[in-house]
């Protein structure tokens, strides 16, 4: 089968992008780095504690027409018709348009965007758009909205996966409720497995649907410039949205622009262009004028992509040694009413995570009417590891074993996911016995059973896991420029969206170049200006980028010590780079500043290029975790505290060890989030409408919800066979296992299992109060 | 992005109480509840009056018979940090320090606290409900996670505030000022269950503006404390909440209120609890016979069974912290 | 810190003495409660003011010490007067609802919600946005900590936890892990940099004292 991966980031009917091959240069593995791994500030911080960073929604353009779009107030409803009248003759109001009205309809289909018309007349999930204006403040822009009068055909809905095929179900799309036949992966044999283990378990799990919800709103700012549009979108990746506003506008790639200097989080939801992109696009275009869309909370929680929702069932054997035998999973989950990925990767983590020769596995994806799936961080894998993890902690419990030595009894070496290709590295074993001993598992487990029985429990919990992706890989160019005067440019099409690309990339350079990372100056994600780049998601980036910006600094490291070489007469061999000087080593040791190179002067610059060389072939490159917390539980309230995290964790090298822990807490706070306070709220019973679209009742973590204490433990492995920086991602790994360590920890307390998510009072209470016998 | 509206910022209460007289009126002291209901198009508003100039509605002022007198503009900040509060009336400053966020307990009042319109998610979205004038409530059969177990009749909402159940332990009166002059109501009369009527939160007419709130000389032994449960930990309303101010003699209580938040449409005052207590030593064995009696009565919906045990959890606890205080 | 703020409040009970209706004396709610009412009473002359919805007026902001002035209309949000129309863009907004914190600035020395605060009722306040921290191009010392302990990641709720950070040490200048906690915990972010941003606000604190070479 092929990377399962490619289906979630990588260009529909291509296999994997390639870019030419690299230069032959010398690229070794790095040794003992002086930059690079360095727990170092970002190059950007300035900018974005200052307030200077300018965001797509603090852009301000001559003439700027503000844009908002009207949204179907109905879960499943036919557009009958829409007047527009009245909005169009309010002053201030400059376009309004809707399906009925001519440019809309002046649009190519594009399966990934837009699967009929930019403004549906079948609204098949609440928030579909209906019709949209532009005005000159937005203020006026929701006046203009508010009298916009559209007739529905409200039909009937179903907003419940778990309901949805049931025969009297109402059908989302002609054709069933059932997005495409089950999914089956089998290896083994499953019965045989069972028969061989001492213990078989089985349990259900359910996680709740989790909505990006970025701090940024979605949106972008549109202006044409004759026949070319320029667009600064906040989103992971400029060159996917070029792609995709081009082909829906019809226009070439040329002639539509994309720039996204500073966003505020995507975590996968700003991976492509938005019917907001083409809708921006479309008023910009028939008002003469630019025109800044940003969406509101309610949309972006609506309408633009969420993590779906999943309902597991896992029967695990496993041998009172702690092998297992026999793993079988089955899973439904909804991409809403698009074809969105609702089951995408659910399986991957019974299929790879731990060695079992006997596996099975069955996921069903179903339409809902409810708003569409996009990747979301680690897509699937955080739903088969609450499942998975949870499973090991009770086989762990049933035959005696602690779940720490569960996990080190099944490490695998090679994907059996991928007809066992091995791994480059497997980080999983040091991450589970370094993290143990850091954590001081033992030891904590030892205190909490001499505890005395207060209603305030403590308990500790493990999960582990891994992520499909985070090896990277072609295409990339990146080209690194250095100046007259020994100054020096990257040039990159990468998005930073908020991991510290930039940092990271500056610091390659810097190590190479021998100069300090803020002195390099960063052209970044712009179509018009940077170089390609896949969109910055799958944490791939830094193992992407990393290498193509090495080899571009390595390129124009050569091609400046050759230079040199001609002035000062020496082997270009013996030169290297130090402190802004060609450095010549050897019996006569000589120096020149950089800035002195006369033939330097007269070409103005040196540039070098760097294209992100193949992955190694046969072998899996993936990112491992282990991650243990403790947590304290009023048992008579259901109130969980969280005390303490710690995430181990196998990314291969840490190229920046400040951003590289940002990123742990970061997910580690975000599985916390998903294991505890988030979930969307459908009214599945009567109207079918989210119940929670804003951020009060869409409960994020806050700063009380997450532990002060966290430790964040690289297992630096530096996988040499990766790539050339050796580093693989983290953004992903860091939140996979959060919520069921958590989950674990609860149930080490207390005694009581949740299967669901999020666990709040409204869940443990009364399994607390059920478990003691109460009604 | 708010509808439009006029707007007075009145420079006497009596101009306030002119201005609110005209259809459609609303009153603006902290801004956070009313700019919230505004966006979200809960109700209509041609006309925003602001008593925010008006410094005499602000500050907390101890009153002769030993009591204080906290006005209405008072910031729920300033009252979680007033040392007269925390030393009289240690409930109330906890409850107050428990509410929403800080930026919102700097924004926000007592008086816009104790009058907060519902947290209902059907009330605040794009649902025509009972308490907006439509004929369904849809927490009866929808989603009801967060809604009451106690005093539901036709809606099922449950009060959001933490300081009036805070005040209505504490036996505090609201000051009213209208065009009839003053009036003083006991908070336990203030607020309005559904089945009184469900289109109303207080007594309050629509010309009527809350000035200060009175809390009674704490009597002798009394002591109060509120606390309450949430699904995060911060900027969030109470799954449960209990708000005790209990008098003691010894180890004896021989007085006092019991007020569950979270629970009703309005600040529960639960006398199973008081009559369970009052005149009682508290031990455990009466703290869970409190706690399952103040649940004697409760009805849950199809999602916040959850309540049930949670109230008697949290109550339990929280009679015997303050028995051991 | 509670011990000097508990003082101060008293000695406000004693001196300002303001009373009303003769039957109360004042035991003070804190400095700013002061300051206002000493503002307002040169205030009280002022006539009523109307503002009509259609129509754009003409009110004064005191914005990072400037006083500017601005048509607006009176639904008009601090925070959208203050990106759309004085260009202030350091402040984000997030929910437009006083529910993320990305929008916080400094009013009277409090952080507020500038998204759930009309224009025209900050008027006779003092605002305080993310630029107002800057001492011309350098960072204010909150702003440096948040660099130096990375506290962000995308950045966009950072003004917002710095201006928190900000009203939080005016004060609290010592405040505990616990109240650093309570302190930014109307500020949501998603990038989950919850942790740094404690131990920028526990370096602002030192930075703002002199500790690291900084005043």
Same mark, same amino acid.
């Given at each position: 089968m092929n990377d399962p991966k490619e289906a979630l980031y990588y260009i529909d009917g291509v296999d994997v992008p390639e870019t030419p091959p690299a230069r032959d240069l010398d690229q070794e593995p790095w040794g003992e780095t002086t930059v690079v791994g360095k727990p170092l500030p970002r190059v950007d911080g300035y900018e974005r504690v200052s307030g200077t960073a300018v965001y797509p929604a603090d852009m301000s353009l001559p003439r700027m027409l503000y844009g908002a779009i009207l949204r179907c107030p109905h879960p499943n409803a036919v557009v009958r018709s829409v007047d527009t009248s009245a909005a169009a003759a309010m002053s201030g109001v400059h376009v309004v348009m809707s399906g009925f009205t001519p440019s809309s309809r002046a649009l190519q289909a594009h399966r990934q965007l837009i699967e009929s018309n930019l403004f549906n007349p079948h609204c098949r999930h609440e928030g579909e758009t209906v019709a949209a204006v532009a005005a000159d403040n937005p203020y006026r822009a929701q006046d203009a909205?508010?009298?916009?009068?559209v007739e529905?055909?409200?039909?009937?809905?179903? +907003?419940? $996966?778990?309901?949805?095929?049931?025969?009297?179900?109402?059908? =989302?799309?002609?054709?069933?409720?059932?997005?495409?036949?089950?999914?089956?992966?089998?290896?083994?044999?499953? #019965?045989?497995?069972? =028969? $061989?283990?001492d213990v078989v378990l089985e349990e259900d799990y359910r996680c709740e649907c989790e909505i990006h919800t970025p701090m940024e709103l979605h949106g972008c700012v549109a202006q044409w410039d004759g026949d070319s549009l320029t667009l600064w979108e906040s989103t992971q990746g400029v060159y996917n949205v070029q792609a995709q506003a081009a082909a829906a506008l019809g226009v070439p790639l040329s002639k539509v622009r994309v720039v996204n200097r500073y966003m505020g989080g995507g975590f996968g939801s700003k991976l492509a262009a938005g019917k907001y992109?083409?809708?921006?696009?479309?008023?910009?275009?028939? +008002?003469?004028?630019?025109?800044?869309?940003?969406?509101?909370?309610?949309?972006?929680?609506?309408?633009?992509?969420?993590? /779906? /929702?999943?309902?597991?069932?896992?029967?695990?054997? =496993?041998?009172r040694d702690g092998t297992l035998t026999a793993i079988q999973f089955t899973g439904t989950g909804t991409g809403g009413s698009q074809q969105a990925g609702g089951t995408s990767l659910l399986d991957w @983590?019974?299929?790879?995570?731990?060695?079992?020769?006997?596996?099975?596995?069955?996921?069903t994806d179903i339409y809902i009417n409810a708003g569409p799936a996009r990747p979301f961080r680690a897509p699937g894998h955080p739903q088969c590891s609450w499942a998975l993890e949870q499973m090991m902690d009770a086989l762990a419990q049933a035959i005696d074993m602690d779940p720490v *030595?569960?996990?080190?009894?099944?490490?695998?070496?090679?994907?059996?996911?991928?007809?066992?290709? /091995?791994?480059?590295? !497997?980080?999983?074993?040091?991450?589970?016995? *370094?993290?143990?001993?850091?954590? #001081?598992?033992?030891?904590?487990?030892?205190?909490?059973?001499? $505890?005395?029985?207060?209603? @305030?429990?403590?308990?500790?919990?493990?999960?582990?896991?891994?992520?499909?992706?985070?090896?990277?890989?072609? /295409?990339?160019?990146?080209i690194v420029k250095i100046y007259a005067d020994g100054s020096v440019n990257l040039n990159m099409g +990468?998005?930073?969206?908020?991991?510290?690309?930039?940092?990271?990339?500056?610091?390659?350079?810097? #190590? *190479?170049?021998?100069?300090?990372?803020?002195?390099?100056?960063? #052209?970044?994600?712009?179509?018009?200006? !940077?170089?390609?780049?896949?969109?910055?998601?799958?944490?791939? !980036?830094?193992?992407t980028e990393s290498p193509a910006v090495r080899a571009a600094a390595i390129d124009v490291k050569a091609q400046l010590l050759e230079l040199a070489a001609g002035e000062m007469e020496v082997d270009a061999s013996l030169l290297s780079l130090a402190d802004g000087k060609v450095v010549a080593g050897g019996d006569s040791p000589k120096e020149v500043e950089i800035s002195a190179l006369r033939s330097l002067r007269r070409r103005g610059s040196v540039t070098g290029i760097g294209y992100r060389g193949p992955n190694p072939s046969g072998k899996a490159v993936n990112p491992f975790v282990a991650q243990f917390c403790e947590v304290e539980v009023n048992t008579r309230t259901g109130e969980v505290n969280i005390l303490r995290f710690l995430g181990a964790h196998d990314s291969g090298r840490v190229l920046n060890l400040l951003t590289y822990r940002n990123q742990v807490f970061g997910g580690i706070t975000m599985g916390i989030g998903y294991g505890m306070t988030e979930q969307r709220v459908l009214d599945v019973d009567q109207t079918g409408k989210m119940a929670n679209k804003n951020w009060h009742d869409y409960k994020l973590p806050t700063a009380l919800d997450v532990p002060a204490d966290m430790t964040c433990l690289p297992i630096d492995l530096n996988d040499t066979e990766a790539n050339t920086t050796g580093a693989k991602g983290i953004g992903e790994p860091a939140t996979i296992p959060t919520a069921p360590a958590v989950a674990n920890a609860i149930y080490n307390a207390t005694g009581v299992r949740v299967t669901g998510t999020p666990i709040d009072p409204t869940k443990l209470v009364s399994a607390l109060a059920a478990a003691r016998g109460e009604d | 992005m708010i509808p439009e509206f006029n707007y007075v910022r009145a420079q006497s209460l009596t101009e306030a109480q002119q201005q609110l007289s005209t259809d459609g009126a609303r009153v603006c002291a902290?801004?956070? %509840?009313?700019?919230?209901?505004?966006? %979200?198009?809960?109700? %209509?508003?041609?006309?925003?009056?602001?008593?925010?100039?008006? %410094?005499?509605?602000r500050g907390i002022t101890r009153s002769r018979d030993g009591g204080v007198n906290i006005g209405a503009l008072t910031t729920i900040a300033e009252l979680a940090a007033n040392s007269t509060v925390q030393e009289l009336y240690p409930g109330l400053a906890q409850a107050a320090a428990e509410v929403a966020s800080p930026q919102l307990r700097n924004q926000g009042t007592i008086g816009g606290n104790i009058c907060q319109k519902p947290r209902c998610w059907y009330y605040r979205g794009e649902f025509e409900c009972l308490r907006k004038g439509g004929d369904t409530c849809y927490a009866m059969a929808g989603e009801n996670q967060y809604h009451c177990i106690l005093g539901g009749y036709r809606c099922y909402i449950v009060h959001p505030s933490d300081t009036a159940p805070a005040l209505l332990a504490l036996n505090a009166s609201v000051q009213i000022a209208g065009p009839r002059g003053e009036r003083v109501v006991p908070i336990e009369d203030f607020h309005v269950a559904p089945r009184d009527d469900v289109q109303r939160e207080t007594v309050l007419e629509d010309n009527e503006i809350v000035v200060a709130i009175s809390i009674p000389q704490p009597a002798s032994g009394l002591r109060s404390s509120y606390r309450k449960v949430r699904a995060r930990g911060s900027w969030d309303f109470a799954l449960a909440g209990v708000a005790l101010a209990l008098a003691f003699d010894a180890d004896r209580v021989t007085g006092g209120r019991v007020v569950l938040s979270g629970a009703a449409p309005i600040p529960w005052r639960s006398r199973e609890v008081e009559n369970t207590i009052i005149g009682q030593r508290i031990d455990a064995t009466l703290a869970r016979e409190a706690a399952d009696a103040a649940m004697s009565e409760a009805a849950a919906l199809k999602n916040n069974g959850y309540k049930i045990p949670l109230f008697k959890g949290v109550i339990e606890e929280q009679l015997l912290a303050i028995a051991s205080a | 810190m509670a011990h000097d703020r508990r003082d101060h409040d008293e000695k406000a009970a004693d001196t300002s003495g303001i009373s009303r209706r003769g039957f109360i004396s004042r035991v003070g709610a804190g400095a700013a409660v002061v300051a206002v009412a000493s503002k307002a009473s040169a205030e009280s002359a002022k006539p009523t003011e109307t503002m009509q919805a259609t129509e754009l007026s003409r009110i004064t902001l005191t914005v990072n010490g400037q006083q500017r002035q601005v048509l607006v209309e009176p639904r008009w949000t601090l925070s959208h007067v203050l990106r759309e129309e004085l260009g202030l863009t350091g402040t984000k907004v997030g929910c437009e609802r006083g529910e993320c914190g990305a929008c916080t600035v400094l009013i009277d020395g409090k952080p507020r919600y500038s998204c759930m605060t009309l224009a025209v009722e900050a008027q006779d306040a003092d605002i305080v946005t993310v630029e107002g921290l800057m001492d011309g191009e350098d960072l204010g010392p909150t702003q440096e900590a948040f660099v130096e302990k990375d506290a962000f990641q995308c950045g966009y709720c950072t003004s917002g936890q710095i201006l928190a950070v900000e009203g939080m040490l005016g004060d609290n200048p010592n405040p505990s892990l616990d109240e650093i906690r309570i302190g930014v915990s109307g500020n949501l972010c998603r990038c989950g940099a919850y942790v740094h941003i404690f131990q920028a606000a526990q370096r602002a604190a030192e930075l703002k004292q002199g500790v690291g070479g900084e005043s």
């Open positions: 909205l508010r009298a916009i009068t529905y055909d409200v039909l009937p809905f179903v +907003a419940d $996966e778990r309901r949805a095929l049931e025969p009297d179900a109402p059908q =989302v799309r002609e054709g069933g409720n059932q997005v495409s036949d089950t999914q089956q992966y089998q290896r083994g044999d499953i #019965e045989q497995g069972f =028969v $061989e283990a992109t083409v809708i921006a696009a479309l008023l910009a275009k028939e +008002a003469a004028r630019p025109v800044k869309l940003v969406l509101t909370r309610e949309e972006t929680l609506l309408a633009v992509g969420n993590r /779906p /929702p999943s309902n597991m069932h896992l029967k695990v054997g =496993v041998k @983590i019974v299929r790879d995570l731990y060695v079992c020769p006997n596996v099975r596995t069955e996921t *030595e569960l996990r080190l009894r099944n490490i695998p070496t090679v994907s059996q996911g991928r007809n066992n290709i /091995p791994y480059t590295t !497997t980080g999983l074993r040091a991450c589970l016995e *370094e993290g143990a001993r850091s954590f #001081e598992w033992q030891q904590t487990k030892d205190a909490i059973t001499t $505890e005395s029985d207060s209603h @305030i429990r403590r308990g500790i919990g493990v999960a582990s896991g891994l992520w499909v992706a985070g090896g990277g890989g072609p /295409p990339s160019t990146a +990468a998005s930073d969206i908020g991991t510290g690309t930039k940092t990271v990339m500056a610091m390659v350079v810097a #190590e *190479e170049l021998a100069i300090a990372p803020g002195d390099v100056q960063i #052209e970044w994600a712009d179509t018009g200006s !940077t170089q390609y780049a896949t969109g910055s998601g799958g944490s791939k !980036t830094v193992p | 902290g801004g956070s %509840d009313l700019l919230g209901c505004l966006r %979200d198009e809960v109700f %209509d508003c041609s006309k925003v009056v602001s008593v925010t100039g008006l %410094d005499e509605l | -």
